[in-house]
């Protein structure tokens, strides 16, 4: 794919459309000032002889108009970027290969499931009404009720804590503080971090010493470097924005707090951060072009990649898709398992247990590593855990 030839297409067509903007803003605005001076003119004409007066303005604005030629010179400007745009479209549709039925499988849908998973889309987003658009006509209404209801309650407080009211986020955390901790969360530290902050903002180190006893000190002993900045803070009441714990005032702060506290709501949820359907069309518009590529290269040689329990060739989604460690073993292109285990070889290079066996031939035979000259045995290599 040329996609220099494309960007240069694209930085055409938006030159034109500039181009065409700004023309297309000057001849109007010419047609408006001639229209406003005719219009003076016709005001300052005394009372007698109006008529004629006033019909010899006309005629003269009729002529600058006619001159000027509106519409032609619109017309030329409006033929120049659909030129443009039909040139860069052109090329797209070339460049691109828009038959996408190569690289769909046929698939047994669980409808229900795919519903479910669509309507938890637009309600993670905060998009209710789509939602409940979505799910009464996919009859999934009384199914997706629950879910609804939790992300309802999720965007209330989120809603309050971007308002800098942090109480019903405490609430919510104190109720699941035992989930939180078992999480490894410090979800209600940092809220009650930012809420001494706040009343230490307001210039009261009096309340701000009370609020820290009450509940910062149960943090003391676990957060001790946490919680020895957020007292030095005392120091600076009512002017924390110029002490050296100025960044603890930042809306990058509240940001934060609010992406933690969707992160650890949707895995009270059981759910995950990122919407699935969201991660599965991203992922799909990466591995896209080589399935493409993959299925018309067996078509050619009459393969069917529909029979396929995997694809014959490792699709590269980026870090951004790796969830777990998976280990692929580079001989026979296969992805590790509890029955074929990746094996570490003493020179270092690992490889699944299966190719070490059909390498070896024998539990005592000597074999040859496939990327070095090392020597081994079957007994000599040890199973690696991910």
Known sequence: MELTTIKDAFERAIKKQKLSASKSKELIDGMLLAVEQAMKEIQAIPDEGASSSQKSVLMELKSKLNEIAPVNQLEAYQKDLAIALGKYGKLLEKQFNTDL??????????????????????????????????????????????????YVEMYQILGETRSRNLEPALSWAVMHREHLVKNGSNLELKLHSMQFVEILQRGSRTDALLYAKTYLGPFATSFK????????????????DQSPYAELTSQSRWDELANELVRQFCNYLGHSYSSPLDMVIRAGVHALPTILKMASVMAVTNQDWQTMKQLPMPVDLGKEFQFHSVFVCPVLWEPASEENPPMLMPCGHVLCKQA???????????????????????????????
């Open 101 to 150: 039925q190569n690289a769909c499988r046929n698939v047994d849908w669980e409808t229900h499931t795919v519903n479910q998973i669509i309507a938890g889309h637009f309600y993670r987003q905060g998009m209710f009404e789509i939602g409940d658009c979505f799910v009464n006509e996919a009859h999934e209404a009384d199914a997706a009720s629950n879910l609804r209801s939790q």
């Open 356 to 386: 070490i066996l059909k390498l070896s031939k024998s539990s005592t035979r000597l074999f040859k590593c496939p990327y070095c000259p090392a020597d081994t045995t079957v007994a000599q290599c040890k199973q690696l855990h991910f």
């Open 225 to 240: 470097t946490e919680f020895q900045k957020l007292i030095a803070c005392l120091l600076w009441a009512g002017r924390l």
